[in-house]
């Protein structure tokens, strides 16, 4: 099993930076991708930003030169820097993990989610 678990989010005013932190514990071997979700009021969830073993990285246009994904395979550290925020990245954002085989994904894990909210 995996254990995700994300800390770092908070409120912060319009124009400012976070750093979001995932920490990773368990049988991780198997992962293939990890990423970082959010799920606004109302809205769907939605990929924000992922990176594979490779170090791929991908992310969702809205967010493309603000928002930086990196991990510490040492360490089993998935991170979101965020710069420029705008209040429309108000949201519970997520720490994903995935086992992929063949292009399929078989299992997902999830932490519990940390709230991020831009406000003045």
């Known amino acids: 099993q995996v254990q995700l678990v994300e800390s770092g989010g908070g409120l912060v005013q319009p124009g400012g930076s976070l750093r979001l932190s995932c920490a990773a514990s368990?049988?991780?071997?198997?992962?293939?991708?990890v990423a970082w979700y959010r799920q606004a009021p109302g809205k769907q969830r939605e990929l924000v930003a992922a990176?594979?073993?490779?170090?791929?990285?991908d992310y969702t246009d809205s967010v493309k030169g603000r928002f930086t994904i990196s991990t510490d395979n040492v360490k089993n550290m998935l991170y979101l820097q965020m710069n420029s925020l705008k209040p429309e990245d108000t949201a519970v954002y997520y720490c994903?993990?995935?086992?992929?085989?063949?292009?399929?994904?078989?299992?997902?894990?999830w932490g519990q989610g940390t709230q991020v909210t831009v406000s003045s």
């Open positions: 994903n993990a995935d086992i992929v085989r063949s292009g399929v994904v078989l299992r997902s894990y």
């Open positions: 368990g049988i991780i071997f198997s992962i293939n991708a």
């Open positions: 990176v594979n073993r490779e170090g791929r990285t």
